[in-house]
């Protein structure tokens, strides 16, 4: 499965809805936090490989 940071992104959105929720018991929340902490590190370790990409292609472009 590919994923995408949008796709993390977006759920962690809809995890933290859930988490908002009054009805929520504390398990579950506990369950959604951890959840959500998951996507957003896994969003964020994307983008630091997208950055990592940009920065080798540019000095590839700059002829270093």
Known sequence: ????IKQDIKKA???LK?????DITLARSV???KESLKKLQSAEKMLEEAKLQVEEFS???NGK
């Open 1 to 4: 499965e590919v994923k995408t």
């Open 13 to 15: 959105k809809e995890l």
């Open 18 to 22: 859930e988490l908002s929720s009054p």
């Open 31 to 33: 369950e959604v936090y």
């Open 59 to 61: 000095k590839v472009q």
